[in-house]
């Protein structure tokens, strides 16, 4: 066997041949560094479950006991029954799951186990196991009375197996392991050192010391993130030397008088921030994060007539051509009175357009332009590119973003999202950026009023939904899923459209989905747009679209099939026009959730979001949590959101004096975010 290293590959290690080699694969384990990273999703405490004895009717409880007996027993219907009966200090506790007579070749005679359920009285008392767990034989001294890791597993390789393998090469790997924070920083942040974090995740003494590993490991992945986002916010802004614009007052003058309502606090705001990073020399990278219809794109246009008012070209990228059209008719009535025109510019356009628009753009006859993907083709020039304006910004790749940035000497950048994240997951997505937020709704904005109803309501509902596209207004009503299917009891978009046109004759109905291929779907969209169409039945395609001002209901079906932040950006579809508007959550069953009501209680997307990050971090049995839709394999949020506020401070500390980690004492560290995030060898680059 080589030499023990960090990157040894894990078939070297006793107890992995090639077959177990290729198991651990499926899970991401290559080499022993990954082994020693390959952490417990759960944590059993076998000596705080509920004795056997004492688990009562009604109650939900997990407990552990030893495999008396076992067996499969039919029922009068034909339903297979495997049942096993538990013993443990206190008493007996029989086990039952309907329809899994399979589990008769898992369980065996003598085993300890761990099972988690209701407990219910049928021919005596009986719990129905959510969960179970094999923890060992009953006479293996490693599984009782201590807190038992559960890891990930795969198929031909147990959480046990990996338990006893990880245990097996614990002490000789976590030596080999380098702590790239001097004791100095972890004393002042109290942390324990890294080889004590990771002997109590894998080999706790309690719940509570794993928790106090976890989160040293945790730091350390958010370190190297803030890390990376702290060096590339500096060198987006230092790397090459920006614009350093002069506010003349003339064009953003004349839009502040022309405009027919006054601006919110938020958007006031947000301007003083963007014209204080335009004004200096260093190059804006400016977030503006806004909830639906709070004036992001006003706050864009302030900044697109500073560069015009500074001899410079402003360009706005937008994801599709529907919105690109949308944001090219608002700025086109905005400027009118400024006798400003912009130009638009987009795929489908005939060649001799697109020609005219380009040489348009490299004479600098064109000051501001919009369009989509057809900014960064290679055709593309201009004569001064100052500011870039970015909208749902998360919908382009990077090397886009970067495409439209090159066709300019270090232009401003403004990115816009209408997407409200948690202040813990925005720092960890746009750490990088320094970051505007907008709540406040501009006046003249319609007030959505939010219902939930039930199937006994429902009648009602389209009863209502039809008299309304019968008087001139216009509905959505959302799908979760295109067509039906026998595996899932969905309603269908495709269904409900044919159902509507059959039923409601008088009423024009469009029906818009992922699967449409693109000038389709745009042009029913157009239809809906112009007033051709009172109902369209859409799925999710529409969670970014276009304003129809006089679109006033939405009807979102399964809401239980959607997330509250997306149930929200639906919302989001109506209420842009100053009449009332209705969005109607309708229900499967007559009992309506929490998260319903407490959706349908507020209408601020960021406090949604939290909403939608507490709901998403739950997860299973004895404390296992999902990481709320970020990509850490530690982190979780919102528990961790403190760590995220020291990792960001740690991060400015370091860098603050050693702006490369160049010095001897940070190397480590430095080597370390370069491979966790290759980006980070060219950011990091020294000199």
Known sequence: MPQLRLDTPVQFLKGIGEKRADALARLGIHSVHDLLHHLPHRYIDASTVTPLAKARVGDDVACIGTVMSKGVLPTRKGLRVFHAVLRDESGLLECAWPGQAFLDRTFAVGQLVLVAGPIRFYHGRQMAPREYVILGDADDPASAGRVLPVYPATEGLSHKQIRVLIDSHLDALIP?????????????????????????????????AAEAGRRRLAIDELLDLQLMLARARHVARHGQRGTRFTVHKTHTTALREALPWPLTNDQKKAIREIFDDMTKA??????????????????????????????????????????????????????????????????????????????????????????????????????????????????????????????????????????????????TRYGDLDASLLRERPPGRGSIRTAVRTPSQRRRVFEFLRQTALEGGQVYIVLPVIEESEKADLRAAQTMAKTLEAKWPDVSVGLVHGKLKTPVRDQVMRDFRDGKIGVLVATTVIEVGIDVANATVMVIEHPERFGLAQLHQLRGRVGRGSKESHCIILTTGEDVPDRLRAFAATDDGFKIAELDLEERRQGDLLGARQSGGVDFKVARFPDDTDLLTEARALARTLLEADPTLDQKAHRSLRDRVVTRYPKGEVLFRVG
Not at 180 to 191: H, I, S, T
Not at 354 to 375: D, I, P
Not at 376 to 391: E, H, M, N, P, S
């Open 176 to 208: 080999l392991v380098p702590d790239v924070l001097d004791p100095a920083l972890r004393e002042r942040f109290a942390l324990p050192s890294l080889a004590e974090a990771l002997r109590a995740v894998h080999r706790p003494s309690s719940v509570a």
């Open 282 to 427: 260093e190059r804006m990278h400016r977030l503006v994060m806004g909830d639906v219809g709070t004036g992001k794109t006003v706050v864009a246009l302030f900044a697109m007539l500073l560069a015009l008012e500074n001899d410079c070209q402003a360009a706005l990228m937008a994801p599709t051509e529907l919105l690109a059209e949308q944001h090219h008719r608002t700025l086109t009535t905005l400027l009118e009175p400024l006798g400003l025109v912009p130009e638009l510019l987009l795929g489908r356009l005939s060649a001799a357009e697109k020609k005219a628009a380009q040489a348009r753009l490299r004479s600098g006859e064109t000051t501001l332009v919009v369009g989509t993907h057809a900014l960064v083709q290679d055709a593309v020039a201009f004569k001064r590119l100052g500011l870039v304006v970015i909208d749902e910004q998360h919908r382009f790749g990077v090397e886009q973003r970067a495409a439209l940035m090159g066709k300019g000497e270090a232009p401003d950048v403004l990115l816009l999202t209408a997407t409200p994240i948690p202040r813990s997951l925005a720092l």
